[in-house]
């Protein structure tokens, strides 16, 4: 009996290092995680053990081998039947939006996403050119993949792109960020003081609706998740 008891102590010790590790691991911030860059290191899958009942707004999940984002949710128990969890999530890499139900309690995989931020250093042909300015490792997205966001990338802008499995899935541009106006009608005039407007040209092409003090030459402030004029910078 006591080399029994030995044994089984040597047993549970040998897994209690894996064990808290894990457990450390499996925490879920609001925030994809930060990548820090390694090129001596070799990266490995990080594994999370989730149910349904982890889901909240922004959680990646893994569905039939593609990346979601989690957009709504909602955690139902009607009266007698089993209770479940109502999504909204949106495909990273096709960007479509579809409605989910998952059963209370299920396993789920979570989607291994996180972001590294790199530079956009210039426009080749279609296709647009982001750098890591550690590595100087280059990566490359056509304009399918960012989408009207197009408008508001200028050269030496830093953004996050989102991996997955290796490939960038999505971009993320600073929410402020400052572009210089190029051309808005002389003659359009109007009381500032009643808040009219103008529209302007910006340095990358788009078009944004003004105060009419602003005249060309002057730099701005604008919400690229709006496209909406915050400021004069």
């Known amino acids: 009996m006591v080399a029994g008891t030995a044994t089984l102590k040597l047993s549970l010790s040998a897994f209690s290092s894996p064990m808290s590790n894990f457990s450390a691991s499996s925490s879920f911030p609001s925030r994809l995680p930060m990548r820090t860059p390694s090129s001596s290191k070799p990266r490995f899958l990080r594994i999370y053990a989730l149910t349904s009942n982890d889901i909240k707004v922004g959680t990646n999940l893994e569905v039939d081998g593609a990346p979601w984002r989690v957009l709504e949710f909602l955690h139902v128990k009607p009266g007698k039947d089993a209770a479940f969890v109502r999504t909204k999530m949106k495909n990273y890499i096709t ?4 409605e989910k139900t998952f059963r209370a309690g299920s396993s789920i995989e979570q989607a291994d996403v996180f972001k590294e931020t790199k530079q956009f250093t210039y426009k080749d042909g279609a296709q647009f050119v982001f ?9 490359r997205l056509g304009e399918k993949e960012i989408g009207d966001r197009t408008k508001w990338l200028k050269e030496g802008m830093d953004c996050n792109l989102l991996l997955w499995n290796g490939k960038v899935i999505d971009v993320e541009l600073p929410i402020t960020i400052k572009l210089a106006v190029v051309d808005v009608d002389p003659g359009l005039k109007g009381d500032t003081a009643q808040g009219g407007t103008k529209p302007a040209t910006l340095d ?16 701005i402030l604008v919400d690229s998740r709006t496209g909406q004029y915050m400021s004069r910078a």
């Open 204 to 219: 990358t092409g788009a078009v944004v609706n003004v105060p009419l003090f602003v005249n060309v030459g002057d730099e």
């Open 131 to 139: 750098m890591d300015l550690n590595t100087y490792e280059e990566f």
């Open 95 to 98: 960007g479509n939006t579809v």
